[in-house]
């Protein structure tokens, strides 16, 4: 069974790519979130595959990074979610966000990904919370420092992107911090107030 394909790039559509090796045109369906790393037409690319082969059907599916496809391999462990509706999900959230949003717990924001029902939620977390197959470049940014992640995964469940809420967040509560006021607050009361405030700052 084969890695990877490596040849040039003749079209992208949407989950959509088209790669030519030694002229064979390979029809690869791939997620949008990976499709966008991918170089255009007449570039040369790389890509990670996987090969769905039933009695009745053959389909490759594609990957900018061996950390989408890890992603895939583990949305397939889900009961009810099947190769396409893996790549739909993923179609429809960056990985390192996704990634987020299942290590924290957080249900709310999972139930917001297009594609992801209630139920579907709930399996998820049941089947890849703390197991997920993470590349080394996802374990650093798991890694970041960053403080009030729930703050931080509250706002990507808003649709903002992970690491301008992180720089955000972080640049907050460090200027916060030197606020008595907000020193003497619950915890809940920092997250609220950091909170609030991102979502001015991120809204501008």
């Keep these: 069974m084969f890695n990877s394909l ?11 790519l088209y790669l030519e090796t030694n002229g064979i045109e390979w029809d690869i369906t791939i997620p949008d ?3 966008e790393k991918v170089p255009g037409p007449g570039e040369k690319a790389k890509i990670y595959v996987y090969l769905q082969h039933t009695d009745q059907l053959m389909n490759l599916f594609g990957f900018a990074s061996q950390n989408d496809r890890s992603l895939f391999f583990d949305l ?3 009961d009810g979610i099947g190769p396409k509706g893996a790549v739909k999900i993923m179609s429809s959230i960056d990985s390192r966000n996704l990634v987020t949003i299942l290590d924290s717990g957080d249900i709310g924001a999972l139930e917001k990904v297009p594609g992801v029902g209630k139920k579907t939620a709930q399996k998820m ?4 919370k703390g197991k997920l197959s993470l590349s080394e470049d996802t374990i650093v940014v798991r890694q970041k420092n960053v403080p009030y992640q729930a703050v931080v995964t509250g706002l990507i469940g808003m649709g903002y992107d992970k690491r301008m809420a992180e720089d955000v967040v972080c640049r907050l509560a460090d200027e916060m ?4 006021s907000f020193a003497g607050l619950s915890d809940s009361a920092k997250e609220d107030t950091i909170f609030r405030k991102a979502v001015v700052e991120l809204a501008q």
Excluded: C, F, N, R
Excluded at 125 to 128: C, E, G, M
């Design 177 to 180: 911090l030197k606020d008595s």
């Design 33 to 35: 979130s990976s499709l």
């Design 6 to 16: 490596t040849g040039t790039v003749t079209e992208k559509l949407p989950q959509k």
């Design 125 to 128: 977390l049941l089947q890849l």
């Design 76 to 78: 397939l462990k889900v």
